[in-house]
Protein backbone atom coordinates (compact mmCIF):
# COMPACT_ATOMS: atom_id res chain seq x y z
CA UNK A 1 0.00 0.00 0.00
CA UNK A 2 2.92 2.47 1.17
CA UNK A 3 4.64 1.64 -2.33
CA UNK A 4 1.61 2.59 -4.20
CA UNK A 5 1.30 5.50 -2.49
CA UNK A 6 5.01 6.23 -3.49
CA UNK A 7 4.60 5.79 -6.89
CA UNK A 8 1.60 8.32 -6.91
CA UNK A 9 3.51 10.76 -5.57
CA UNK A 10 6.33 10.12 -8.41
CA UNK A 11 3.77 10.39 -10.80
CA UNK A 12 2.33 13.63 -9.88
CA UNK A 13 5.67 15.31 -9.14
CA UNK A 14 8.02 13.99 -12.25
CA UNK A 15 4.79 13.25 -15.26
CA UNK A 16 2.08 15.49 -14.41
CA UNK A 17 4.38 18.92 -14.47
CA UNK A 18 6.22 16.90 -17.93
CA UNK A 19 2.50 17.14 -19.69
CA UNK A 20 2.21 20.60 -21.52
CA UNK A 21 -0.90 21.89 -23.68
CA UNK A 22 -0.07 24.71 -26.08
CA UNK A 23 -2.32 26.80 -26.75
CA UNK A 24 -3.76 28.09 -29.89
CA UNK A 25 -1.58 31.42 -31.56
CA UNK A 26 1.14 29.68 -29.21
CA UNK A 27 4.36 27.55 -29.58
CA UNK A 28 6.86 26.51 -27.06
CA UNK A 29 11.12 25.93 -28.04
CA UNK A 30 12.01 22.26 -27.01
CA UNK A 31 15.52 21.91 -26.02
CA UNK A 32 17.31 18.45 -25.36
CA UNK A 33 20.07 18.35 -22.75
CA UNK A 34 20.70 21.89 -23.44
CA UNK A 35 20.19 21.69 -27.70
CA UNK A 36 17.23 22.87 -29.75
CA UNK A 37 15.18 19.55 -30.12
CA UNK A 38 11.78 20.40 -31.52
CA UNK A 39 9.14 23.46 -31.80
CA UNK A 40 5.44 22.03 -29.93
CA UNK A 41 2.61 23.98 -31.60
CA UNK A 42 -0.89 23.95 -30.28
CA UNK A 43 -2.23 20.95 -29.11
CA UNK A 44 -1.09 18.05 -26.06
CA UNK A 45 2.62 17.01 -25.69
CA UNK A 46 5.05 15.39 -23.14
CA UNK A 47 8.36 16.03 -22.54
CA UNK A 48 11.07 13.66 -20.94
CA UNK A 49 11.61 14.92 -17.12
CA UNK A 50 15.48 16.44 -16.53
CA UNK A 51 16.17 16.10 -20.34
CA UNK A 52 13.91 18.24 -21.96
CA UNK A 53 13.02 21.80 -21.11
CA UNK A 54 10.32 24.34 -22.60
CA UNK A 55 13.60 26.75 -23.80
CA UNK A 56 10.88 29.51 -24.57
CA UNK A 57 7.27 30.27 -25.29
CA UNK A 58 6.34 32.26 -28.27
CA UNK A 59 3.37 33.71 -29.22
CA UNK A 60 2.68 33.81 -33.23
CA UNK A 61 0.18 36.59 -33.19
CA UNK A 62 0.49 40.18 -34.58
CA UNK A 63 2.71 42.76 -32.43
CA UNK A 64 2.37 46.21 -32.54
CA UNK A 65 5.69 47.95 -31.27
CA UNK A 66 5.47 51.93 -30.76
CA UNK A 67 9.03 53.50 -30.57
CA UNK A 68 10.11 56.56 -29.44
CA UNK A 69 10.92 59.87 -31.34
CA UNK A 70 14.09 59.57 -32.93
CA UNK A 71 16.14 62.64 -34.09
CA UNK A 72 17.02 62.77 -37.76
CA UNK A 73 17.94 65.30 -39.91
CA UNK A 74 17.00 66.50 -43.41
CA UNK A 75 19.02 67.01 -46.68
CA UNK A 76 18.44 70.78 -45.79
CA UNK A 77 20.00 70.62 -42.31
CA UNK A 78 16.46 70.52 -40.49
CA UNK A 79 16.76 68.73 -36.92
CA UNK A 80 13.30 67.09 -36.21
CA UNK A 81 11.61 64.06 -34.27
CA UNK A 82 10.03 61.40 -35.79
CA UNK A 83 8.37 58.32 -33.98
CA UNK A 84 6.79 55.37 -35.69
CA UNK A 85 4.78 52.52 -35.12
CA UNK A 86 5.90 49.02 -36.42
CA UNK A 87 3.57 45.85 -36.79
CA UNK A 88 5.48 42.51 -37.16
CA UNK A 89 4.79 38.68 -36.82
CA UNK A 90 7.22 35.87 -35.79
CA UNK A 91 7.24 33.21 -38.64
CA UNK A 92 9.91 31.55 -37.49
CA UNK A 93 9.86 30.55 -33.62
CA UNK A 94 13.38 28.90 -33.53
CA UNK A 95 15.18 31.46 -35.89
CA UNK A 96 13.24 34.39 -33.12
CA UNK A 97 14.87 31.78 -30.15
CA UNK A 98 18.40 31.67 -31.26
CA UNK A 99 18.99 34.00 -34.43
CA UNK A 100 19.39 37.60 -32.32
CA UNK A 101 19.84 38.61 -28.87
CA UNK A 102 16.79 40.99 -27.58
CA UNK A 103 14.66 40.80 -31.21
CA UNK A 104 12.68 43.96 -29.94
CA UNK A 105 15.53 46.06 -29.05
CA UNK A 106 17.43 45.26 -32.34
CA UNK A 107 14.11 46.11 -34.48
CA UNK A 108 13.85 49.52 -32.47
CA UNK A 109 17.46 50.08 -33.11
CA UNK A 110 17.11 48.74 -36.75
CA UNK A 111 14.07 51.28 -37.60
CA UNK A 112 16.36 54.05 -35.73
CA UNK A 113 18.64 53.95 -38.32
CA UNK A 114 16.80 53.27 -41.35
CA UNK A 115 14.34 56.35 -40.62
CA UNK A 116 17.21 58.80 -40.12
CA UNK A 117 19.13 57.06 -43.92
CA UNK A 118 15.37 57.87 -45.90
CA UNK A 119 14.85 61.03 -44.00
CA UNK A 120 18.49 62.11 -44.71
CA UNK A 121 17.78 62.17 -48.66
CA UNK A 122 14.83 64.52 -48.24
CA UNK A 123 14.04 67.79 -47.64
CA UNK A 124 11.69 69.50 -44.92
CA UNK A 125 8.61 69.67 -47.72
CA UNK A 126 9.44 66.18 -49.06
CA UNK A 127 9.38 64.52 -45.96
CA UNK A 128 5.79 66.08 -44.35
CA UNK A 129 3.97 65.37 -47.99
CA UNK A 130 5.88 61.69 -48.30
CA UNK A 131 4.89 59.93 -45.79
CA UNK A 132 3.68 56.50 -47.62
CA UNK A 133 6.89 56.59 -49.33
CA UNK A 134 9.11 56.53 -46.19
CA UNK A 135 6.76 54.04 -44.99
CA UNK A 136 7.13 51.61 -47.82
CA UNK A 137 10.67 52.04 -47.93
CA UNK A 138 11.19 51.53 -44.53
CA UNK A 139 8.74 48.23 -44.48
CA UNK A 140 11.07 46.77 -47.24
CA UNK A 141 13.93 47.46 -45.44
CA UNK A 142 13.06 46.14 -41.88
CA UNK A 143 11.81 43.36 -43.59
CA UNK A 144 14.59 42.08 -45.46
CA UNK A 145 16.65 42.84 -42.82
CA UNK A 146 14.74 40.64 -39.89
CA UNK A 147 14.07 37.77 -42.46
CA UNK A 148 17.26 35.98 -40.81
CA UNK A 149 15.11 36.68 -36.98
CA UNK A 150 12.39 34.62 -38.23
CA UNK A 151 10.37 38.19 -38.36
CA UNK A 152 7.86 38.90 -40.51
CA UNK A 153 7.59 43.38 -41.01
CA UNK A 154 4.00 43.88 -42.22
CA UNK A 155 3.68 47.37 -41.51
CA UNK A 156 5.80 50.37 -40.81
CA UNK A 157 3.64 53.66 -39.95
CA UNK A 158 5.36 57.56 -39.43
CA UNK A 159 2.95 58.47 -36.31
CA UNK A 160 4.46 61.69 -35.80
CA UNK A 161 6.63 64.47 -37.70
CA UNK A 162 7.50 67.36 -35.19
CA UNK A 163 9.30 69.77 -37.04
CA UNK A 164 11.60 72.88 -34.83
CA UNK A 165 9.00 75.32 -33.06
CA UNK A 166 10.45 78.05 -35.45
CA UNK A 167 9.73 75.89 -38.50
CA UNK A 168 5.81 75.43 -37.11
CA UNK A 169 5.42 78.45 -36.54
CA UNK A 170 6.68 79.54 -39.93
CA UNK A 171 4.21 76.73 -41.50
CA UNK A 172 1.42 78.24 -39.73
CA UNK A 173 1.54 81.71 -40.97
CA UNK A 174 2.08 80.31 -44.41
CA UNK A 175 -1.17 78.58 -43.79
CA UNK A 176 -2.88 81.12 -42.44
CA UNK A 177 -1.51 83.53 -45.06
CA UNK A 178 -2.96 80.71 -47.95
CA UNK A 179 -6.20 80.20 -46.65
CA UNK A 180 -6.75 84.00 -46.29
CA UNK A 181 -6.02 84.19 -50.10
CA UNK A 182 -8.26 80.79 -51.00
CA UNK A 183 -10.52 83.01 -49.13
CA UNK A 184 -10.52 86.58 -51.04
CA UNK A 185 -10.17 84.36 -54.27
CA UNK A 186 -13.37 82.01 -53.32
CA UNK A 187 -15.17 85.62 -52.26
CA UNK A 188 -14.43 87.65 -55.79
CA UNK A 189 -15.13 84.73 -57.69
CA UNK A 190 -18.92 84.41 -55.89
CA UNK A 191 -19.05 88.59 -56.69
CA UNK A 192 -18.11 87.72 -60.58
CA UNK A 193 -20.60 85.45 -60.50
CA UNK A 194 -23.24 87.07 -58.98
CA UNK A 195 -22.52 90.21 -61.00
CA UNK A 196 -22.87 87.78 -64.44
CA UNK A 197 -26.43 86.74 -62.75
CA UNK A 198 -27.53 90.23 -62.18
CA UNK A 199 -26.55 91.40 -66.01
CA UNK A 200 -28.26 88.39 -67.30
CA UNK A 201 -31.13 88.48 -65.42
CA UNK A 202 -31.34 92.02 -66.45
CA UNK A 203 -30.61 91.54 -69.73
CA UNK A 204 -33.53 88.46 -69.94
CA UNK A 205 -36.12 90.85 -68.17
CA UNK A 206 -35.26 93.55 -71.01
CA UNK A 207 -35.75 91.07 -73.77
CA UNK A 208 -38.87 90.02 -72.43
CA UNK A 209 -40.13 93.52 -71.88
CA UNK A 210 -39.49 94.27 -74.88
CA UNK A 211 -41.33 90.79 -76.29
CA UNK A 212 -44.11 92.32 -74.35
CA UNK A 213 -44.53 95.45 -75.67
CA UNK A 214 -44.17 94.07 -79.64
CA UNK A 215 -46.81 91.46 -78.72
CA UNK A 216 -49.41 94.21 -77.13
CA UNK A 217 -48.50 96.41 -80.44
CA UNK A 218 -49.15 93.53 -82.79
CA UNK A 219 -52.37 92.20 -80.85
CA UNK A 220 -53.60 95.97 -81.03
CA UNK A 221 -53.26 96.24 -84.57
CA UNK A 222 -55.06 92.98 -85.79
CA UNK A 223 -57.48 94.16 -83.44
CA UNK A 224 -58.71 97.57 -85.18
CA UNK A 225 -57.85 95.91 -88.50
CA UNK A 226 -60.71 93.31 -87.26
CA UNK A 227 -62.93 96.17 -86.32
CA UNK A 228 -62.55 97.89 -89.28
CA UNK A 229 -63.56 94.84 -91.15
CA UNK A 230 -66.47 93.92 -88.70
CA UNK A 231 -67.24 97.71 -89.07
CA UNK A 232 -66.93 97.52 -93.31
CA UNK A 233 -68.66 94.05 -93.43
CA UNK A 234 -72.18 96.01 -90.85
CA UNK A 235 -71.86 98.77 -93.45
CA UNK A 236 -71.93 96.68 -96.79
CA UNK A 237 -74.75 94.45 -94.88
CA UNK A 238 -76.73 97.45 -94.08
CA UNK A 239 -76.34 98.77 -97.93
CA UNK A 240 -77.41 95.37 -98.86
CA UNK A 241 -80.70 96.17 -96.85
CA UNK A 242 -81.20 99.05 -98.34
CA UNK A 243 -81.19 98.20 -101.98
CA UNK A 244 -83.52 95.24 -101.31
CA UNK A 245 -85.76 97.82 -99.67
CA UNK A 246 -86.16 99.89 -102.95
CA UNK A 247 -83.90 102.77 -101.91
CA UNK A 248 -82.79 104.94 -104.66
CA UNK A 249 -79.61 105.78 -106.13
CA UNK A 250 -79.06 109.18 -103.85
CA UNK A 251 -79.97 107.02 -100.92
CA UNK A 252 -77.21 104.84 -101.63
CA UNK A 253 -74.55 106.87 -102.34
CA UNK A 254 -75.47 108.42 -99.12
CA UNK A 255 -74.49 105.67 -97.04
CA UNK A 256 -71.69 104.66 -98.87
CA UNK A 257 -70.16 108.08 -98.35
CA UNK A 258 -70.92 107.27 -94.51
CA UNK A 259 -69.46 103.99 -94.89
CA UNK A 260 -66.38 105.79 -95.65
CA UNK A 261 -66.33 108.60 -93.10
CA UNK A 262 -66.35 105.91 -90.58
CA UNK A 263 -63.38 103.27 -92.63
CA UNK A 264 -61.62 106.80 -92.05
CA UNK A 265 -62.09 106.15 -88.10
CA UNK A 266 -61.70 110.12 -87.88
CA UNK A 267 -58.28 110.12 -89.58
CA UNK A 268 -59.61 111.73 -92.30
CA UNK A 269 -60.92 115.74 -91.97
CA UNK A 270 -62.36 116.01 -95.32
CA UNK A 271 -64.70 114.26 -97.49
CA UNK A 272 -65.07 115.69 -100.73
CA UNK A 273 -68.40 114.90 -102.45
CA UNK A 274 -68.72 115.69 -106.28
CA UNK A 275 -70.70 118.55 -107.05
CA UNK A 276 -72.56 116.91 -110.15
CA UNK A 277 -75.57 114.87 -107.98
CA UNK A 278 -75.30 112.22 -111.51
CA UNK A 279 -71.62 111.48 -110.79
CA UNK A 280 -72.92 111.22 -107.28
CA UNK A 281 -75.15 108.75 -108.09
CA UNK A 282 -72.72 107.32 -110.32
CA UNK A 283 -69.86 106.94 -107.84
CA UNK A 284 -72.67 105.55 -105.69
CA UNK A 285 -73.85 102.65 -107.56
CA UNK A 286 -70.25 101.62 -108.58
CA UNK A 287 -69.70 101.44 -104.57
CA UNK A 288 -73.25 99.70 -104.24
CA UNK A 289 -71.65 97.28 -106.48
CA UNK A 290 -68.26 96.88 -104.95
CA UNK A 291 -70.23 96.07 -101.30
CA UNK A 292 -72.50 93.75 -103.23
CA UNK A 293 -69.63 91.43 -104.62
CA UNK A 294 -68.08 91.51 -100.70
CA UNK A 295 -71.08 90.35 -99.49
CA UNK A 296 -71.41 87.75 -102.39
CA UNK A 297 -67.95 86.49 -101.71
Not at 9 to 23: A, Q, S, T, W
Not at 35 to 58: E, M, Q
Not at 127 to 143: Q, W
Not at 242 to 269: C, H, I, P, W, Y
Request: glycine share 4%; aromatic share 4%.
Amino acid sequence: MSLLIVILVLVLVIVVPNIKIVPQSMCYIIERLGSYYTTWTNGLHVKIPFVDRVASAISLKEKVKDFPPQPVITKDNVTMQIDTVVYFQITDPKLYTYGVENPISAIENLTATTLRNIIGELELDQTLTSRDIINSKMRSILDEATDPWGIKINRVEVKNILPPHDIQEAMEKQMRAERERREKILQAEGEKKSSVLIAEGNKESLILQAEAAKEAQIKKAEGEAEAILKRSEAEAAAIKKLKEAGADKSVLTLRSFDALAKMANGQATKIIVPSNLQDLATLGTTISEMFKDNSKR
